[in-house]
């Protein structure tokens, strides 16, 4: 329901601006007129996704992991933010196959290449994921990344940095299906988040 989600955009912007210093870097490379990109970042908190989609216009669609769907309130959650649950680790490719189609359909696809949570100073390494969907739908893809003042307090900082968007074309996936492509996809977006990170490219 996309009224929920810019509803809850709006009041979790006014509790976080109250609680943390958000400071955004490169939000003039946020496509603000259309949707039909994939935006990649790390992944450390659970904050993540809800202070990366504050600059974003269009409505963004997560995809996140299955666990966090069960129970009635949080599928009802899942549902009206309109969460792609996926079960990692059995290879869900019905969750690849939505964010596919919601990303042909002009929505942003959030995803985190790393699948979990890991400390900013040691990323985990990348799935292909991000890189399958960027074949199958041809989407660009908007590097990003989270820092955060540890231990994070009230006030305390959270640095956003989104990077240049990388076209499709640059991704060079179109016709190419061998498994290496993916993995060379994979490894060009991981390395402009590591350099937005500021952690060296070896560390994920």
């Not at 992944?43 to 600059?55: A, I, K, M, N, R």
Request: aromatic share 10%; charged share 25%.
């Amino acid at each position: 329901m996309r009224w929920f989600y810019l509803l809850a955009r709006s009041v979790v912007w006014a509790a976080f601006s109250l609680a943390f210093s958000i400071q955004y870097e490169g939000r003039e490379n946020i496509p603000q007129r259309r949707g039909g990109y994939i935006l990649a970042g790390n992944h450390t908190s659970y904050l993540d996704p809800v202070v990366l989609v504050f600059p974003v216009r269009p409505w963004v669609r997560f995809l996140a992991k299955g666990e966090l769907e069960k129970g009635f309130w949080g599928k009802r959650l899942f549902s009206a933010l309109g969460i792609v649950p996926i079960d990692r680790g059995s290879g869900d490719l019905s969750a690849i196959e939505r964010c596919a189609a919601l990303t042909r359909e002009g929505h942003v696809l959030g995803i985190f290449p790393e699948g979990t949570r890991y400390p900013q100073e040691a990323p985990g390494k990348p799935k292909s994921g991000m890189a399958l969907i960027a074949k199958m739908t041809g989407a660009d893809v908007l590097p990003c990344a989270v820092r955060y003042q540890r231990p994070l307090r009230f006030r305390g900082r959270i640095l956003v940095r989104y990077g240049r968007i990388i076209p499709a074309s640059e991704l060079d996936l179109v016709g190419d299906d061998n498994p290496r492509a993916l993995r060379r996809c994979t490894k060009q977006v991981w390395g402009e988040i590591l350099k937005l990170l500021e952690v060296p490219e070896d560390a994920g």
